[in-house]
């Protein structure tokens, strides 16, 4: 099969990011679809649901929309369906008792060091 060469030498310039922006809005697009046959939603309901037009949902289901937050945000409370989940992680200080020696708690985890400024962390 012959190729286009313009074609071919646009595909030299993606970035391994922009390969990643790209796989990361079809993954979006992808796990809408899924909610939607999961709960035997069409497009339509969706744009119905959202105020948008049938046109704009399906542009955002070919999986090149960048989606921002918000939008994310409300199409997450409207299908009562998490499309991304964000890990988060609880760091925290905390100077439990200062005396000849230094207790620290970081992470939920002990760690103790002498009276100096060194303070190690825990994983």
Known sequence: MKRNAIME?????????IKQSVDFSI????????????????QKDLANLMGKSEAEISKWL??????NVDTILKIQAILGEDIIQVVKTSKFVEVINWTDRLTIVVSGKDTSTSNSNNVEEAA
Do not use: Q, Y
């Open 9 to 17: 030498e646009s595909r030299k310039l993606i970035t391994p990011e």
């Open 62 to 67: 070919k999986g090149t929309h960048n989606f």
């Open 27 to 42: 993954d979006i697009a992808n796990r809408i679809f899924d909610i939607l046959e999961m709960k035997k939603l069409k």
